[in-house]
Nanobody
Framework: QVQLVESGGGLVQAGGSLRLSCAAS????????MRWFRRAPGKEREFVAG???????YYADSVKGRFTISRDNAKNTVYLQMNSLKSEDTAVYYC??????WGHGTQVTVSS
């Protein structure tokens, strides 16, 4: 059974930083595709950042240069470091892995 548990969300001022965590069980984060998505109020869920199967990373254009995805294999955890946050980054952030496993999400609110 695969379980993903996100944490680290909160309220931050614009320009600030947060680091989200996704603790995985039943799935080794170093060998599977892992992604972050987000859903802003009134909008569709959108891709944010991810690890490809070969370990390379890729990002949505809207977060490129500001967000960094990383992982700690010993802790079996994936992170999303978010810097220079903007009000439009306000959303619930979800961790995802194939074929269709999702965490419950963590709320990020950026005040302007």
């Amino acid at each position: 059974q695969v379980q993903l548990v996100e944490s680290g969300g909160g309220l931050v001022q614009a320009g600030g930083s947060l680091r989200l965590s996704c603790a995985a069980s039943g799935r080794t984060v170093s060998t599977y595709i892992m992604r972050w998505f987000r859903r802003a109020p009134g909008k569709e869920r959108e891709f944010v950042a991810g690890f490809r199967r070969n370990g390379s990373t890729y990002y949505a254009d809207s977060v490129k240069g500001r967000f960094t995805i990383s992982r700690d294999n010993a802790k079996n955890t994936v992170y999303l470091q978010m810097n220079s946050l903007k009000s439009e980054d306000t959303a619930v952030y979800y961790c995802n892995t194939d074929p269709d496993y999702w965490g419950h999400g963590t709320q990020v609110t950026v005040s302007s």
